[in-house]
């Protein structure tokens, strides 16, 4: 089925520990993004990516990074985990703009 | 710089009420586009409607309606006739032409509760 695959669907880490969200779609968007999802602040927007090798910061950037060295694939990667990211993420692609996102079903992650 | 204001955090209703969710917006842009996503208990975003800033016009898709009023700001939305299916959590999002990335920010989401 088209559209946008993250992996893993949950994950535990322990505080300093590094790990990378996985991110794909099969629809050849141009445009992805990653977000946090908090309780009562609804999605903030972390990196997004407007194409193969541009990517730029977002509303809450510090403690990630990414790359988009392919159309389909834009992961996330944590370089230090902390407990203030414990969050569930979602990742999202979009094919023109204004067309909305179409959004992964998410990665829980908690870190203790 | 953009925002979304959802004023409620929570609403609870009975099934077969009609229950109203409100969103406010701030931008800066003439053209922009306005979103309002699902997202149930089980946690996936559903898209529901995409609305461009020229288009005012209200619109009915089954017991969904969605009311754009530029003078105001506000993009509501109004569940009809409620079910129990409807409890979820509901997002209302903008997205700026003029903005780099195809960028959305969202509200801070509205739970609705529907009680059978």
């Known amino acids: 089925n088209a559209g946008v695959t993250q992996t893993p669907k949950f994950q535990v880490l322990k505080t300093g520990q590094s790990m990378t969200l996985q991110c794909a779609q099969d629809m050849n968007h141009e445009y992805m993004s990653w977000y946090r999802q908090d309780p009562g602040m609804g999605l903030r927007l972390i990196h997004y990516s407007v194409g193969a090798g541009i990517t730029d910061q977002g509303e809450v950037p510090n403690g990630y990074n990414v790359s988009r060295s392919t159309t389909e694939d834009f992961p996330l990667r944590l370089l230090s985990a902390a407990p203030s990211q414990t969050s569930v993420y979602f990742c999202?692609?979009?094919?023109?703009?204004?067309?909305?996102?179409?959004f992964g079903s998410g990665t829980r992650l908690t870190v203790v | 710089a953009q925002k979304v204001t959802q004023a409620q955090t929570e609403i609870s209703v009975v099934e077969k009420e009609d229950v109203t969710l409100d969103c406010v917006y701030e931008t800066r842009d003439t053209t922009y586009y306005l979103f309002w996503y699902k997202q149930p208990p089980s946690g996936e975003l559903v898209f529901l409607i995409r609305r461009n800033s020229f288009d005012e016009q209200n619109e009915i898709s089954g017991r969904y309606s969605w009311n754009f009023q530029k003078s105001t700001s506000s993009f509501n939305f109004t569940i009809t006739a409620s079910q129990v299916v409807d409890s979820a959590v509901y997002f209302c999002?903008?997205?700026?032409?003029?903005?780099?990335?195809?960028?959305?920010?969202f509200g801070g989401g509205t739970r609705v509760l529907v009680k059978p």
């Open positions: 999002a903008l997205s700026e032409v003029g903005a780099a990335g195809n960028k959305l920010t």
């Open positions: 999202a692609s979009s094919g023109d703009r204004g067309y909305g996102y179409t």
